[in-house]
């Protein structure tokens, strides 16, 4: 298997005041002075990892890395009942990244998103096309309405007796609203209630990687409690108000990005994102590179791995254009 990244000691760190309460960390690592690039991190409310990311660590970037509202080193903590999710959106996020690109004096950047993160990414990029030089996204969720039903609906299919057990965490009817569900339990405020509530849809996330040749047990239901509250309580936010999206749009919106290069990971097996969703997206997209992992689901592979990097080495000789 490929080796991670080594974690270099961030050259630059702080929180950023991004109104409404809310304090985002953020820290800058890799080479002062290089080529910027932003790591968009997956979840929502999963926070950044703090290991390497794909060769941008010694690839000459100056890699900006930021804990989304909520979640990670930011605060307020939404495993905090008392933290208020309603200035927690996509418009939110999209602003606070605008504020801390401009904090850091950044002119234009390059957006890597995994996960949620390509969401958030296109749909940042959808609205500041100028302040973007290049995107790579990887293990892509294109957040219609449809995708989020396949994840918590219509994925039973393959694991039924698992789904069945989602269902009865929700409490709720086969037809019911499931997600409406578990967002009004993660705001009980009993921690035994959004404990259990975080443990079954935790569990459901686990079953859909579970498949995978890379997969691993307890991804997510390994978390520390903390971290489990914050990662359901922002995700049943989200996507039980269709990520604050209208349906459709970032596929929609994608002919925005005209002139932007743009690599686009996906693992053939992915039960999270539809390949089908992300070829529409790269159709959409004029030059955007769609490459396919045969081996390879949600999470990483050797080949899906390798695509990033090489994409990662391909745009660090990119000459910013103005």
Same mark, same amino acid.
């Given at each position: 298997?490929?080796?991670?990244?080594?974690?270099?000691t961030?050259?630059?760190?702080?929180?950023l005041?991004?109104?409404?309460g809310?304090?985002?960390? &953020?820290q800058?690592?890799?080479?002062?002075?290089?080529?910027?690039a932003?790591?968009?991190?997956?979840?929502?409310?999963?926070?950044?990892?703090?290991?390497?990311?794909r060769?941008?660590d010694?690839?000459g970037?100056?890699?900006v890395?930021f804990?989304?509202?909520?979640?990670?080193?930011?605060?307020?903590?939404?495993?905090?009942?008392?933290?208020?999710?309603?200035?927690n959106t996509?418009?939110?996020?999209?602003?606070?990244?605008?504020?801390?690109?401009?904090?850091?004096?950044i002119d234009r950047w390059?957006?890597?998103?995994?996960?949620w993160?390509?969401?958030?990414?296109?749909?940042?990029?959808?609205?500041?096309?100028? %302040?973007?030089?290049?995107?790579?996204?990887?293990?892509?969720?294109?957040?219609?309405r449809?995708?989020?039903?396949?994840?918590y609906?219509?994925? %039973?299919?393959f694991?039924?007796?698992?789904?069945?057990?989602?269902?009865?965490?929700a409490?709720?009817?086969?037809?019911g609203?499931?997600?409406g569900?578990y967002?009004?339990?993660?705001?009980d405020?009993?921690?035994a209630?959004?404990?259990k509530?975080?443990?079954? &849809?935790c569990? &459901?996330?686990?079953?859909?990687?579970?498949?995978?040749?890379?997969?691993?047990?307890a991804?997510?239901?390994?978390?520390p409690?903390?971290?489990?509250?914050?990662?359901?309580?922002?995700?049943?936010?989200?996507?039980?108000?269709?990520?604050?999206?209208e349906?459709?749009?970032?596929?929609?919106?994608?002919?925005?990005?005209?002139?932007?290069?743009?690599?686009?990971?996906?693992?053939?097996?992915?039960?999270?994102?539809?390949?089908?969703?992300v070829?529409?997206?790269?159709?959409? &997209?004029?030059?955007?590179?769609?490459?396919?992992?045969?081996?390879?689901g949600?999470l990483?592979s050797?080949?899906?791995?390798?695509?990033?990097?090489?994409?990662?080495?391909?745009?660090?000789?990119?000459?910013?254009?103005?």
């Open positions: 298997m490929t080796q991670p990244d080594a974690a270099p961030p050259y630059d760190e702080g929180m005041d991004v109104g409404d809310n304090q985002v960390y &953020w800058v690592r890799g080479t002062p002075g290089g080529k910027p932003v790591v968009v991190h997956g979840g929502p409310g999963g926070g950044f990892a703090r290991g390497g990311y060769g941008f010694r690839a970037y100056q890699l890395l804990d989304q509202r909520g979640c990670g080193d930011s605060i307020p903590n939404a495993s905090d009942p008392a933290t208020d999710m309603k200035s996509t418009r939110h996020l999209i602003a606070d990244m605008e504020r801390l690109r401009e904090h850091l004096g390059l957006l890597y998103g995994y996960s993160g390509t969401a958030l990414s296109l749909a940042y990029a959808e609205q500041h096309p100028e %302040r973007v030089s290049e995107i790579i996204l990887a293990a892509i969720f294109c957040c219609r449809g995708d989020i039903d396949w994840m609906r219509d994925a %039973r299919r694991y039924p007796e698992a789904w069945e057990r989602f269902l009865a965490g409490g709720t009817s086969r037809d609203d499931i997600l569900a967002a009004r339990l993660m705001e405020p009993d921690l209630v959004r404990e509530a975080a443990d079954d &849809w569990a &459901w996330e686990d079953m859909l990687l579970s498949h995978e040749p890379q997969g691993k047990s991804v997510m239901s390994g978390l409690l903390p971290e489990r509250l914050s990662f359901v309580r922002i995700c049943v936010h989200y996507f039980s108000h269709g990520a604050f999206l349906d459709g749009a970032l596929i929609r919106d994608a002919g925005r990005l005209a002139g932007i290069p743009g690599v686009l990971v996906h693992g053939r097996m992915d039960l999270n994102g539809s390949v089908e969703a070829w529409e997206l790269s159709r959409a &997209w004029p030059g955007a590179e769609l490459l396919i992992a045969e081996d390879a949600h990483d050797e080949t899906k791995v390798r695509y990033i990097r090489e994409a990662v080495s391909r745009f660090a000789s990119r000459q910013q254009m103005t």
